[in-house]
Nanobody
């Protein structure tokens, strides 16, 4: 069992930056990949980025490539999502999840956090 806690969400103006954190409750998280997903009101939950625990493999959605960066601090059991050049369409609840591989498929992530809200004003 892996418990995940997200933090770092908030309100930011378009063009601004935020850094989200996802902290895992157990050291066994090192056997998982960690993904970030987001869900806007009335929309499906969509993939944002994923990383393996060594940090050697990352994968991003086209919509965030070049603006978002995912990284791992294994000493802190934490995965970060650095978000830059934020747009109003980035507004959503952001979730981190632990899964078996660095994939964009939600079904491959059995463990989820509770989410953190990101709101980008125009």
């Amino acid at each position: 069992q892996v418990q995940l806690v997200e933090s770092g969400g908030g309100l930011v103006q378009a063009g601004g930056s935020l850094r989200l954190s996802c902290t895992a409750s157990t050291r066994t998280v090192s056997t998982y990949a960690i993904g970030w997903f987001r869900q806007a009101p009335g929309k499906e939950r969509e993939f944002v980025a994923t990383i393996n625990w060594s940090g050697s493999r990352t994968y991003y959605a086209n919509s965030v490539t070049g603006r978002f960066t995912i990284s791992v601090d294994s000493a802190k059991n934490t995965v970060y999502l650095q978000m830059r050049s934020l747009k109003p369409e980035d507004t959503a609840t952001y979730y981190c999840a632990a899964g078996w591989s660095t994939t964009d498929s939600k079904s491959h992530y059995p463990y989820w956090g509770q989410g953190t809200q990101v709101t980008v004003s125009s």
